[in-house]
């Protein structure tokens, strides 16, 4: 049986779902809570479902979409019925996208000949990183908390620090500043209240800015860049330390995501003591 989500299957869906990705489960819910889900039923069990959101993915006229079927229960036909819902749902809906997007697991299961055969083309590809090691030496740059002024060259520097990726995988707009000014809004007060706190900002010893990253409470990483006048300085390394020493010292075990495109911060983050532990691929498809 295919039924909407209801409230009350929320814990049981996230259990599952961590099951497949290394996501936390606040993550999940918040996911889950936004989007349109619809959950197979077998025997009393929730064996399966699948979603959309016309508005997680940041590109407008994009929908996002995920698919999941336990293991023990693929090769059945449940994850074709899933995403034929879905699929037949966007296409009728009153703000139809042109294009939708699915991130779903490469490292283990078929996932990807399973979208490949629905007509999706992969975009990027994103590994979980996990630190096992002991505390590191402390960078010798100048750290700073975040302070609301500095937030035009924190936003113009990692545009800038960015721009070469995001242009290696057609990513747009390719520089953050280029974003329309709702997202730029949404993200200005992203930064400027939720983020706010765990923000660091690095300088050199004659007081010119470095580049950031963002040490959230649970142990993860998030935009961690140097800005190009400084980069292939090492200044990387020290960034990846400082976080490393924070997090170790909340009794926590650091994380972080990087594409699998961006070679430099693979070899980076494996020479500071990171390691591999998923990969995750966003492919797309138009929706005709």
Same mark, same amino acid.
């Given at each position: 049986m295919i039924r909407?989500?209801?409230e009350r299957d929320l814990g049981t869906v996230v259990a599952m779902l961590q099951k497949e990705v290394q996501w936390r489960p606040v993550e999940l819910a918040a996911i889950l809570k936004s989007a349109t889900v619809f959950l197979c *039923? *077998?025997?009393? *069990?929730?064996?399966a479902c699948s979603l959309y959101d016309l508005t997680s993915f940041g590109e407008e006229g994009t929908a996002e979409m995920y698919v999941y079927t336990r293991p023990e229960q693929r090769k059945k036909g449940i994850g074709s019925r899933l995403f034929d819902l879905v699929w037949t749902q966007l296409l009728a809906h009153e703000q139809k996208p042109t294009a939708v997007?699915?991130?779903?697991?490469i490292d283990e299961g078929?996932?990807?000949?399973?979208f490949a055969k629905k007509g999706f083309a992969p975009l990027w590809g994103q590994h979980?990183?996990?630190?096992?090691g002991g505390m590191v030496p402390e960078p010798t740059l100048a750290v700073k908390p975040f302070a609301e002024q500095e937030l035009p060259c924190y936003i113009q520097s990692q545009s800038d620090a960015y721009y070469e990726v995001r242009k290696s995988i057609d990513l747009k707009p390719y520089r953050l500043t280029d974003?329309? *000014?709702?997202?730029m809004d949404s993200w200005q007060k992203w930064l400027l209240t939720e983020m706010k706190d765990d923000i660091y900002m690095f300088y050199e010893e004659q007081g010119e800015f470095v580049g950031s990253l963002i040490v959230t409470p649970h142990g993860e990483a998030y935009d961690v860049f140097?800005?190009?006048?400084h980069q292939k300085k090492g200044y990387g390394k020290q960034l990846a330390r400082f976080f490393i020493n924070r997090t170790l010292e909340k009794g926590l075990q650091p994380y972080l995501v990087t594409g699998t495109h961006n070679k430099p911060a693979i070899a980076l983050y494996e020479g500071t003591g990171f390691r591999i532990t998923q990969t995750m691929l966003t492919a797309k498809r138009a929706l005709l």
């Open positions: 909407n989500l209801k *039923e *077998e025997q009393g *069990e929730i064996v997007v699915a991130t779903y697991r078929d996932a990807g000949g399973f979980t990183m996990k630190y096992t974003y329309c *000014e709702q997202t140097v800005d190009p006048k």
